[in-house]
């Protein structure tokens, strides 16, 4: 059974840096992505990042490009989100995907 562990998240001061961790189990193939999303409060969850293990190739949302960095470990089977130069807009739940599979969410909060 597919399932996703996110964590990393916490407070954070405008300017600041978190790592989000995703560690991806029960997975039987080889060639996918992941994707990080994010919902605030009162707003729709809207994509962030992703990329493939396929080719590494990765993608970022505008709001975050220049900020943020994807990358993965596959040894580890865990995939992570720098966040730097964090902004009280990126303030939301996090939450990783694979498959059309959810994890759990980890809350990120910036603030000063």
């Known amino acids: 059974q597919l399932q996703l562990v996110e964590s990393g998240g916490g407070l954070a001061r405008p300017g600041g840096s978190l790592r989000l961790s995703c560690v991806v189990s029960?997975?039987?193939?080889?060639?996918?992505?992941i994707g990080w999303f994010r919902q605030a409060p009162g707003k729709e969850r809207e994509g962030v990042s992703s990329?493939?293990?396929?080719?590494?190739?990765?993608y970022y949302a505008d709001s975050v490009f220049g900020r943020f960095t994807i990358s993965r470990d596959n040894a580890k089977n865990t995939v992570y989100l720098q966040m730097n130069s964090l902004k009280p807009d990126d303030t939301a739940v996090y939450y990783c995907?694979?498959?059309?599979?959810w994890g759990q969410g980890t809350q990120v909060t910036v603030s000063s």
């Open positions: 029960g997975l039987t193939s080889d060639v996918y992505a």
């Open positions: 990329i493939s293990t396929m080719d590494g190739s990765t």
């Open positions: 995907n694979v498959l059309g599979v």
